[in-house]
């Protein structure tokens, strides 16, 4: 298998886990494809997780926005109310055939973290998942359900408190106890195999997607958007698109309180190359190589580095990056839901984001990834618009 | 005769500090290995990332690290930096750098063999040895790794991160006799030991003893009066 997606990717961990990832790699290669493996996994996404999601034609917000035929592809729709249960079933039914019991996870918004603790009860194993302090004050139900799931959930209160530093935890115990331990990475980043087993696994959305526009528009779409934080929601949709030139691959990134300040996450715009977390990648940083304190009130695009396969894709021009603010992002999330009755998560707002401001620009159809629901954020955004609201 | 390596995050609590204590570390060890702090240091315990937030809060960067060793006459300086540091730096100014101030080797911890091409081919043309990691997991790896191995062998005591150890569960001993199996490269262990003792049987086990956390412990308490506390410490332990 190549590690690299040019000349990122890679296998940058200390040799405490070499094993750890090339006995994965090894693993991965052989179960991909084996067809008991790949059946299963099938059954489970239909039968538990409940795919395949819908591709929706959202008219009201295609009537008032004009232009585009707006089609929202509903991972929000999937078990646990987000894309991250597609990789999550994949690495957990994998781990087990791999004799792993226990499985440990990062988490930022908490999505992928419910999607482990879900995974986890669903195959009898232990779970335990890292979360920022920061993080676990602005996604305190998503904690509360990872308890209720049976996870062990632990505050991370070193650097920044946020996504970065709770996948730093989740690698230093992964070294302490490797032997029984999968850690289920939850986005298209960390060493090789996870870039590209995690895209493997999300790109059943594309495989939908493509599939579901050719029938009920005959043709491809003009473009397909998503958010990208680590970027898996956006490498499972635009996966099967990369081959079709025609399709222009939009990844929407955090700029936070805008780019002309320091506090945003977004990777691809202020990003240079580096090596961080298993990857050689783009990250923001500064001129030392120190790793940046990057902002956004999204808990899922927290983060400041973006996967090595999406850091190609922007080299080789194939998809582009554009920023999207706090501020757009939150008009969007309540947009979305007062114009089609979708409230999404905030990360999938700032795609939606986007489709706003351009749907006028084309004449075609675009999908717009929706990867998560907004339960989980409502308390924030009415904080953030000044309501004295806690859960 | 067994060997001796301390080692201290740079920075801490200041590069002048940093200094001091490397006058008195060199009285007793026969290497010296310095920390250049990084943001989000994977392989360390509690006690090293403390130490490394520290060094960057008062303004620690590679250049003034540098400009710091090129003071040192200490002949076995060596630095360990994360992957991240060295590459931005770039890695044919880092080892020129390190070759400059005449640093014996560099570790990067999360550089691992596979991947170590990209730095090693700038330590070689500037002379300074690209220290080998072998690992309590590295199994039917650590022949691969130790034939390859110059300097010397940095033999990772136990699972999980740097840090005071109640007790080690590894089989250091048959680790090691493979090494020396295919191998002269010395073999030094590392990561948690903190007691004479636990010196004492490392020593019996491999060719000398690696100590971090529980001297940046010191620092964490002292800060710029650690020097005293360093030198009996080290009478203790060494």
């Known amino acids: 298998m190549n590690a690299r997606f040019g000349e990122f990717g890679g296998q940058y961990v200390p040799e405490t886990l070499m094993n750890a990832v090339t006995e994965l790699e090894q693993a991965y290669a052989y179960y991909k494809k084996d067809d008991a493996f790949n059946t299963e996994l099938s059954e489970l996404l239909n039968t538990y997780a409940g795919r395949p999601s819908r591709l929706y034609f959202a008219g009201n917000m295609t009537k008032d926005l004009g232009g585009a035929k707006i089609y929202l592809k509903r991972e929000d729709l999937n078990h646990t109310g987000s894309h991250k249960i597609n990789n999550v079933l994949g690495q957990a039914l994998l781990a087990g055939r791999m004799g792993k019991t226990r499985l440990i996870a990062e988490t930022g918004a908490g999505q992928h973290g419910v999607a482990a603790a879900t995974a986890a009860a669903l195959f009898n194993m232990e779970c335990e998942v890292f979360m920022g302090r920061e993080d676990m004050e602005r996604q305190a139900l998503n904690v509360y359900r990872m308890k209720l799931l049976g996870a062990q959930v632990h505050s991370v209160t070193s650097g920044t408190q946020t996504l970065k530093d709770a996948v730093n935890e989740t690698m230093r115990e992964w070294t302490r106890r490797v032997h029984d331990t999968h850690y289920v990475l939850g986005s298209v980043m960390g060493p090789h195999p996870f870039p590209m087993m995690v895209r493997d696994f999300q790109s059943v959305i594309s495989r939908e997607a493509r599939r579901q526009i050719m029938d009920l528009e005959g043709e491809l779409p003009r473009a397909v958007i998503a958010c990208v934080g680590g970027g898996s929601n956006a490498m499972g949709v635009f996966y099967h698109f990369i081959p079709d030139d025609q399709v222009a691959l939009i990844g929407c990134e955090a700029a936070g309180l805008g780019l002309d300040t320091p506090h945003n996450a977004a990777t691809i715009a202020k990003g240079k190359p580096g090596i961080f977390h298993g990857m050689k990648s783009l990250f923001c940083q500064d001129d030392y190589g120190q790793i940046a304190p990057v902002y956004s009130l999204s808990a899922g695009l927290d983060y400041p580095g973006i996967g090595p396969e999406h850091a190609d894709l922007h080299r080789k021009g194939r998809a582009h990056y554009v920023a999207v603010t706090d501020e757009e992002a939150v008009a969007a999330f309540e947009y979305l839901s007062r114009t089609e009755g979708i409230i999404p998560a905030i990360e999938s707002a700032h795609a939606v984001a986007y489709a706003i401001r351009k749907a006028k620009d084309y004449d075609g159809s675009i999908i717009v990834n929706i990867s998560g629901r907004g339960d989980k954020d409502v308390a924030a955004i009415a904080r953030y618009k000044g309501e004295d609201l806690y859960e | ?238």
């Open chain 2, 1 to 238: 005769m067994s060997k001796f390596i301390s080692f201290i995050t740079a920075g801490d609590p200041s590069l002048e500090k940093t200094r001091e204590f490397i006058d008195i570390l060199a009285q007793h060890s026969d290497i010296i290995e310095i920390g250049l702090p990084f943001s989000d240091p994977i392989a360390e315990g509690e006690v090293i990332q403390a130490a490394n937030n520290r060094a960057l809060a008062n303004g620690t960067t590679t250049d003034k690290v540098f400009a710091m060793l090129e003071t040192v006459s200490f002949d076995k300086m060596v630095l360990l930096a994360y992957a991240n540091p060295v590459f931005v730096y770039g890695y044919d100014r880092f080892f020129q750098r390190c070759g400059q101030c005449g640093v014996y080797g560099v570790i990067i911890p999360d550089l691992p063999f596979e991947e170590r091409g990209e730095a090693a081919v700038f330590a070689d043309a500037y002379g300074v040895h690209l220290i080998t990691l072998i690992a309590p997991t590295s199994a039917e790896r650590v022949q691969m790794l130790a034939k390859e191995a110059t300097g010397f062998i940095y033999l990772v005591s136990s699972m999980g991160v740097t840090g005071v150890r109640g007790e080690f569960d590894t089989d250091l001993a048959s680790i090691v006799n493979q090494i020396r199996d295919v191998t002269q490269t010395p073999v030094y262990i590392g990561f948690g030991i903190s007691t004479p003792e636990q010196a004492r049987h490392m020593r019996n086990i491999a060719d000398g003893v690696i100590v971090g956390s529980a001297i940046v412990k010191i620092i964490a308490e002292h800060g710029g009066t650690s020097g005293p506390h360093i030198k009996q410490f080290l009478k203790e332990i060494i």
